[in-house]
């Protein structure tokens, strides 16, 4: 069965710094890799994806995630973080079955940017 | 209306009520899910439904009972619900067949509360 580890629960950083969290899946074929954030009180929102290709996936509000899998990795990036990044950040890995395209997640990271 | 909407967006019942969480979605999808987030956990799929039809219930209790009458709608009812089950109920949808990897779209949940 597939799996996602995020090991960093909490992480802080200042307005302006760059920002790195980590994902790591376990699942026996070549995964579709998500990464969702959710603001308080809402529901997740798409960042980006990754199927196949170029390992570097651009996503929106500027940031980007990199496929390694010789180290069965998807971490998130962004140069510069803003305020308003400050959410709960998911990873998921997804797989087609017969109906349906069922996605495990993490546990999430929560991300808080100190002005 | 565009995407994913849940309602209610917060509901508290007692633990002898009868009530109703609905999702509809307006992108066309073909598959929709039914999601629930507590805290500290990963996101638990509960059920998915494929062209109307249920195609997995992951070993939910019987007090939870959804319903799906159309592919823009699904429901989650509710009765003799436990303290444990207070969660933020999270809805989904995807077009499968678009692709690998379909990608979920998200509502913004509803947040329940049993007395």
């Known amino acids: 069965a597939q799996s996602v580890t995020q090991p960093d629960i909490h992480i802080t950083v200042s307005e302006g710094a760059s920002l790195e969290l980590r994902c790591n899946y376990s699942y026996g074929a070549t995964p579709y890799l998500f990464w969702y954030v959710q603001s308080p009180g809402q529901g997740l929102q798409l960042l980006l994806k990754?199927?196949?290709?170029?390992?570097l996936v651009q996503g929106i509000k500027g940031f980007e995630a990199e496929f390694k899998r010789s180290q069965s990795s998807f971490n998130l990036r962004k140069p510069s973080v803003h305020w308003s990044d400050a959410a709960e950040y998911f990873c998921a890995v997804g797989i087609l079955t017969g109906g349906g395209n069922k996605l495990t997640f993490g546990t999430g990271t929560q991300l808080k940017v100190e002005l | 209306e565009t995407g994913v909407t849940q309602t209610p967006r917060h509901l508290v019942m007692g633990m002898t009520n009868k009530k109703s969480l609905k999702c509809e979605q307006h992108?066309?999808?073909?598959?929709m899910y039914w999601y629930k987030q507590s805290a500290k956990k990963p996101l638990e799929l509960m059920f998915v439904?494929?062209?109307?039809?249920?195609?997995e219930n992951n070993s939910v209790p019987s007090r939870f009972s959804p319903e799906c009458p159309n592919s823009s709608h699904l429901f989650l009812h509710l009765h003799t619900l436990q303290p444990e089950d207070s969660a933020l109920y999270l809805c989904?949808?995807?077009?499968?067949?678009?692709?690998?990897?379909?990608?979920?779209?998200f509502g913004p949940g509803t947040r329940l509360t049993v007395l």
């Open positions: 990754y199927f196949s290709g170029d390992t």
């Open positions: 989904a949808s995807s077009q499968e067949g678009a692709g690998a990897g379909d990608t979920q779209y």
């Open positions: 439904y494929s062209l109307e039809e249920r195609v």
């Open positions: 992108l066309g999808h073909n598959a």
